[in-house]
DNA sequence: ATGTGGCCAGCGAGGCCAATT
DNA sequence: AATTGGCCTCGCTGGCCACAT
């Protein structure tokens, strides 16, 4: 059994990972109805949708947290937690970091470098000429934690919440529309080769920072690039057609074959408060 | 026994809120150390001292929780919960609403209309022409909970988490020195008539916002006015002649005679962890 | 020197549009 | 019409400075 996620198989690397998703996605399908109820009927004042992902992300996760290793870091992650993570490869210490998105896109998300878990290399068109661009990872492929015996290495596992929505109305409920809530793995560092082996292979793109202004660097990941290469990546907790106000409960896999597949699951809806 | 903060008379309301700010500097006190060694060390990026003041918040509250409301609000509030407050006039439905501010000056403080709980009056003096000044609360007195047999009101209550500090260095740790942690209890609404009669009495002051450039109205708290009225209100946990990193332990009150007293408290320290 | 007033800076986080394909 | 590039908006938080006392 191991304990330093170095030295795990890159494929227990990749199922921690998949295990991780998965708790996540089963706590915000539970929380997915008074997530959309406080998301929706929130009064517009300026930049909400930002704040309403990050305290709706944090109550979807925090009451699905496990045993944790007594550590904190601050800074721009919204939730990050450190914990043993059980896993069949060992019980393995993590840092989980997970970053709320408020988006009226649906097709990709924008990171900061600061999120960035893995050296990305990817190609830029611009009036049809294609060069290749690199952005440096932000992402410490582990954190540090002393410990009797010598230092825990804690691996980061980097997931990406977004809120995809659009404005329904200024002056009444429901001022806003909770369509979807994307989750999203993005592989460690250490599964570059897999994921990223060159500019031409992966899901990385140009960021929307501005360079003339010489903003610094942002890149984008994009939603059906994640999937092909790794359809449990990428995670879609749907409205459409709920007719109780939760989230359609269904988690994408790959069958042996390496086929897609769509897996119903089971939850436990935590109730919608506050219906005056 | 009240259940019912509406029918608490004012000073058991005064009683409420000072357990709730006791116990909130027993919380900060007791996390001093880390949040000194987190603060000092975290490496310049733009706007950090904002959200490490938040997350420090967040850590050294937490843990001092108690009896939870399952109800959630979203919003601008950093650290906010529902909770069932132990009082001796009553079981009082409490909302904690707990903002942390970071800055460089240590007499004042800038709320946000919204985070303004009572209907606040005040002098603005410009050219030597005085003039009265008036902003609403902007946080309700109360956040009405549906429960079995009626409508819960959980009173709100107001704690400003100040952290004080200065920039040391750019280039190495530490880069900043974090000097003192003052904690507000703003009084609830229903307290203006004692606090705030009138413009000429009370904390209250023009806020930081442009005018000129028409941006919404802020106010502004001021520290030692805030102590004469209510010297317990004002807490000031300092690091000034710290041995072993963590803040001076004094609570300050007044004694039966109305004279301003400091009380050393015990506290069990939280370990400084990461030092490497 | 301090205590107030208040303009502005910086920086997040996305909206949104334009140029391609 | 859908995809990708990228400029700019907007608002949140305080730094910081200028008077006034």
């Not at 600061?114 to 830029?124: E, G, W």
Request: include cysteine; charged fraction near 25%.
């Amino acid at each position: 059994m191991h304990q330093d996620y170095r030295l795990l198989p890159l494929d227990d690397l990749e199922l921690l990972e998949k295990q991780t998703l998965r708790m996540i996605v089963q706590a915000l399908q539970q929380y997915s109805g008074e997530a959309k109820r406080i998301f929706d009927n929130a009064p517009p004042k300026g930049t909400e949708v930002i704040v309403l992902a990050e305290d709706l992300t944090q109550y979807a996760l925090e009451v699905a947290e496990i045993y944790p290793i007594d550590r904190r870091f601050a800074g721009f992650i919204d939730y990050k937690r450190s914990r043993w993570f059980p896993t069949s490869a060992g019980l393995i210490p993590q840092v989980l970091l997970a970053d709320a998105k408020a988006s009226k896109e649906n097709n990709r998300d924008t990171l900061q470098a600061s999120q960035l878990p893995m050296d990305a290399d990817f190609n830029v068109t611009v009036d049809g000429v294609t060069t290749a661009h690199h952005l440096d990872a932000g992402v410490p492929q582990h954190m540090e934690i002393p410990s009797a015996g010598g230092v825990l290495h804690a691996v980061t596992t980097s997931i990406f919440v977004h809120m995809y929505y659009r404005d329904v109305s200024k002056i009444q409920e429901p001022y806003r529309d909770l369509k979807d809530i994307y989750v999203l793995a993005v592989p460690h560092g250490r599964l570059k080769d897999k994921y990223n082996p060159n500019a031409s292979t992966g899901f990385w793109g140009k960021g929307k920072h501005s360079d003339a202004r010489q903003e610094d660097p942002r890149i984008r990941v994009y939603f059906d690039r994640l999937r092909q290469a790794c359809p449990w990546r990428l995670q879609q907790l749907t409205y459409a057609g709920s007719t109780d106000g939760f989230t359609q409960a269904i988690w994408r896999d790959v069958d042996a074959s390496g086929f897609e597949t769509n897996e119903p699951f089971l939850y436990l809806p935590r109730p919608i408060q506050g219906e005056a």
